[in-house]
């Protein structure tokens, strides 16, 4: 069994930043494809970021130019950059592992942390 856990979330200001990070348990932590999720209440949960094995990025439209995913796996952690928060991007953020590509289903999740734009 695969554990994520997320920490990093918090409250901050509209424009403000945020850099949120996920430790993986696994020792393949190199070789998998990783994903940033997040969900408000009454919604369904919905993809923000992804990156692969080899570092490769994707995005959802509306967080591109703002945010940046990145992974180091020397210290078996994947992060989520956020820059000129908005409103709208108040949810809770779960980190995922995929169960091969970036494109497959996601398998593993972390708990999820909070994070609450004000404006």
């Known amino acids: 069994q695969v554990q994520l856990v997320e920490s990093g979330g918090g409250l901050v200001q509209a424009g403000g930043s945020l850099r949120l990070a996920c430790v993986a348990s696994?020792?393949?932590?190199?070789?998998?494809?990783m994903g940033w999720y997040r969900q408000v209440p009454g919604k369904q949960r919905e993809v923000v970021a992804r990156?692969?094995?080899?570092?490769?990025?994707n995005y959802a439209d509306s967080v591109k130019g703002r945010f940046t995913i990145s992974r180091d796996n020397a210290k078996n952690t994947v992060y989520l950059q956020m820059n000129s928060l908005k409103p709208e991007d108040t949810a809770v953020y779960y980190c995922?592992?995929?169960?091969?590509?970036?494109?497959?289903?996601?398998?593993?999740w972390g708990q999820g942390t909070q994070v609450t734009v004000s404006s």
């Open positions: 995922a592992r995929y169960s091969s590509g970036i494109y497959s289903l996601p398998i593993y």
């Open positions: 696994e020792s393949s932590f190199s070789a998998n494809a």
């Open positions: 990156i692969t094995s080899g570092g490769n990025t």
